[in-house]
């Protein structure tokens, strides 16, 4: 390779490692007022890059709080039985990741979109289910200074009934 | 005047991280590939529900909040159909995870690298993108280790070296990957200080006492102890904030990175993310793992004699050296420097 194009691959790498961090730095410190200034094109490239290489991640974990963990629980009735399950038992990763999914409903609201999301889920997987009651409940732990874990307490906060053709709210 | 202070000031900081970056790199590609390989096989049983076309989250719900030039499973599946003969969407869906884990035991392996590493990101993103809403931690750390990796220079090229390109593109890499780690201890650092239920440890306590969380180790005994869980709390702060000024500098490099890996090691082990535990600390070892090794043996070849390793480094450092001055050299800061620099002209070698 001959100097010159050693020369301009040297300085690609340098465009390259320059761009990059401004993709994280312009994410990291204000995503919103950054981007929000430049043209929509150039937004999307942005928001596309850093999606794809993971530099626009935020990364706030269990912060700036802990909040009390949000939990489903589904009662699936059958013509002549019924039974009833936490949503996300079973697996570890399984558990985590549908707890993942249920702190975003329960921080933006959305318990009755989750709630018809977990209904068709039922009526897609269990022919015989006839009607499928959804609760959202919340496991509340205390703070420190009550040191409450011995008790812990369920707070239920938004219950959904779903039949087959329809749904209704009791 | 300046420019000596200026000097003077930055001498102990190493903003190289000098060491070993194709090492780094092998370290990232084994660790960072073994631990996505085992999730996939622990996830198995759960695959269908959660990233099957009919799972907890269908694939038309995520398809209604995902942008349109995003790849998702969803897509691949309209891009095969459009060419003739329709595929089944589970169809799809187990083949795209056939060849990610095929890809997967090639990039632990070593073989067909570049291949296996963009296959491997590509597939990740697909699956990160068709399950957005259940997303966390190991998944945004593990698209970053992947995407170093794919870009990453085959470790199997070492001995083709074209002099520049083989030292910068590494370098310029590691740096990156070690500023991007910076960002993220320093941002969740900052979220966490800028909330008070840290600083009183009520956060600590209530992450450990959520159900969700199944411990290896049990952390209920801590309730009678808040002092304890405060200061904890209070020092996870200080650590991650810290991270990125103290990482640099490296009399102090070592202890902080013990630090961040026992309190990766913790969260393994208390609260059960043995996965984003392990992301992380490959992570970490990967950007300064061999720089802190280095440092350790810097400061060990101070405290004792010189021993047959460092005649060993310094022949090899400067070919040219005859055998009467590298019996003279002792275990001083010549040694020492030597010592930190040979892996670096062995890289270019």
Redesign the interface.
């Known amino acids: 390779?001959g100097p010159f194009l050693?020369k301009v691959?040297?300085w690609a790498?340098?465009m390259?490692?320059a761009f990059?961090?401004f993709v994280?730095?312009s994410f990291?410190i204000n995503p919103g007022n950054w981007l929000s200034v430049l043209p929509e094109r150039i937004q999307?490239v942005l928001?596309?890059y850093g999606?794809?290489?993971?530099?626009s991640?935020?990364?706030?974990?269990?912060?700036?709080?802990?909040p009390?963990?949000p939990?489903v629980e589904i009662t699936v009735h059958r013509k002549d039985s019924q039974y009833r399950f936490t949503?996300?038992s079973?697996?570890?990763?399984?558990?985590?990741?549908?707890?993942?999914?249920l702190l975003?409903l329960d921080q933006g609201k959305g318990y009755f979109e989750g709630a018809v999301?977990?209904g068709?889920?039922v009526f897609?997987?269990d022919d015989t289910a006839t009607l499928v009651d959804v609760r959202f409940y919340r496991?509340a732990?205390?703070?420190?200074?009550t040191?409450t874990?011995l008790t812990?307490t369920e707070h239920t906060v938004y219950v959904v009934s779903f039949a087959r053709s329809s749904y209704y709210v009791p | 005047m300046f420019h000596n202070l200026v000097k003077r000031l930055l001498s102990p900081v190493d903003f190289r991280a000098s060491g070993d970056n194709l090492h780094a790199f092998v370290l990232l590609r084994v660790g960072l590939s073994g631990i996505l390989l085992f999730k996939l096989l622990y996830e198995l049983p759960d695959f269908g529900d959660l990233y099957g076309p009919n799972g907890i989250v269908p694939w038309w719900a995520n398809e209604i909040s995902a942008p349109s030039y995003v790849p998702t499973l969803s897509w691949i599946c309209s891009v095969v159909n459009s060419f003739g003969r329709p595929l089944d969407p589970e169809t799809v869906a187990v083949t795209a995870q056939g060849a990610y884990a095929a890809a997967l035991v090639l990039l632990l392996a070593g073989h067909c690298q570049r291949v296996a590493a963009v296959t491997v990101w590509l597939l990740h993103f697909v699956f990160l993108s068709s399950n957005r809403f259940t997303l966390y931690g190991v998944d945004a750390f593990a698209n970053i280790g992947l995407f170093f990796l794919m870009l990453a220079p085959s470790t199997a090229n070492r001995t083709r070296t074209g002099g520049l390109d083989v030292s910068l593109w590494p370098l310029l890499l590691s740096t990156l990957l070690r500023i991007q780690i910076c960002v993220m201890y320093a941002e969740t650092g900052w979220a966490k200080a800028i909330g008070p239920q840290w600083w009183s440890g009520d956060s600590l306590w209530r992450a450990l006492q959520q159900p969700q969380f199944q411990a290896v180790v049990g952390t209920q005994w801590l309730g009678s102890y808040p002092t304890v869980v405060k200061v904890i709390g209070i020092s996870v702060i200080v650590v991650e904030i810290a991270y990125p000024f103290v990482i640099w500098i490296r009399k102090v490099r070592l202890i902080e990175l013990i630090l961040i890996l026992i309190f990766h090691l913790t969260i393994m082990l208390t609260l059960g993310l043995w996965a984003f535990g392990a992301t992380a600390i490959v992570l970490n070892l990967s950007a300064f793992g061999i720089a802190a090794l280095q440092d350790l043996r810097s400061i060990l070849a101070f405290r004792r004699p010189s021993t047959g390793f460092n005649d060993v480094v310094l022949s090899r450092s400067i070919p040219g050296i005859d055998d009467e001055k590298r019996g003279t050299v002792t275990c001083g800061k010549v040694g020492c420097l030597l010592t930190s620099r040979a892996p670096e002209g062995d890289e270019l070698r």
């Open positions: 390779m050693i691959r040297q790498y340098w390259f490692a990059h961090l994280i730095f990291a999307d928001i596309s999606y794809l290489t993971g530099s991640s935020g990364f706030s974990f269990f912060a700036p709080h802990v009390d963990e939990m949503l996300g079973g697996n570890e990763e399984r558990l985590r990741r549908v707890s993942t999914m975003q999301l977990f068709s889920y897609a997987h496991h732990v205390g703070t420190l200074r040191r874990f812990p």
